[in-house]
């Protein structure tokens, strides 16, 4: 997680980048990267990105100056703009987004905090209305505090949440169909209370905060999908403080 004061926009030839500071690219092949013609609203830290598959990258929420942001940023991948496009109800920091539908029109904002109502548990459907216009509504209550915790979405109508305070050793699934969440009844090999997370096939592969590994050694949790049975891969020089 970086910091810094300034609001630039990062493009690549591979991915899009929203940072606060310095950019590292770490891969197998050369990456160019330059900036965008555009900058950020404000310097924004806490907020959740979420990219809908075809044109835009939101960024949901965040702080801006320690005044936490309620805003939702959409960011044009063939127009190179920015504008706001919306307000969660309440305001939202370091909660997980989620989208079902490959037509990118809803997606769905899970736990974070809120120094409005204190609360740690709401989840919020966003939807498009148009290019410029979401509409955002409290859609349900989770059965716990998430706060720092990452998701995937498992099939076309349930997520998974995983660790994050509130919940550093567990799972949670929420139904879109039901509206509603289960705590399911298992721990996971360590406690998670700040996360980050990427999916390959099955696999969802969890870094945390925390990390224990049989050995003692650095370790990034996987957790497969199909079976919902975890293993730890062991890292040699893996980081075993820090956020996200």
């Not at 940023?73 to 989620?98: H, K, L």
């Not at 969440?181 to 969890?206: H, K, N, R």
């Amino acid at each position: 997680m970086c910091s810094s004061s300034t609001t630039r926009v990062f493009r690549s030839n591979l991915i899009l980048f929203f940072a606060t500071s310095v950019i590292i690219f770490t891969s197998a092949t050369s990456l160019v990267a330059e900036y965008s013609s555009v900058t950020l609203p404000v310097t924004l830290y806490g907020s959740t990105i979420h990219y809908d598959g075809l044109d835009t990258v939101y960024l949901v929420g965040g702080t801006h100056n320690e005044e936490l942001s309620g805003d939702v940023i959409a960011y044009s991948i063939s127009a190179d703009t920015v504008q706001i496009v919306g307000a969660m109800p309440n305001i939202g920091f370091f909660g997980s987004v989620q989208q079902f539908e490959e037509d990118g029109n809803e997606f769905y904002y899970f736990g974070g905090y809120s120094d409005t109502t204190g609360d740690f548990s709401v989840v919020y459907k966003i939807e498009k209305m148009g290019e410029e216009e979401l509409e955002i509504t409290e859609l349900a209550q989770l059965p716990v505090d998430v706060m720092y915790s990452t998701s995937v979405a498992i099939n076309t109508s349930t997520v998974l949440i995983v660790g994050g305070q509130g919940m550093e050793n567990g799972l949670l699934f929420f139904n879109l169909d039901t509206e509603t969440g289960t705590v399911v009844d298992a721990t996971l090999p360590m406690e998670l209370p700040y996360v980050t997370s990427t999916q390959v096939g099955d696999d969802f592969y969890i870094f945390g905060d925390t990390r224990q590994s049989s050995d003692g050694g650095d370790a990034i949790l996987i957790l497969n999908l199909a079976s919902m049975e975890t293993s730890l891969r062991d890292v040699l020089g893996f980081p075993d403080v820090g956020y996200f």
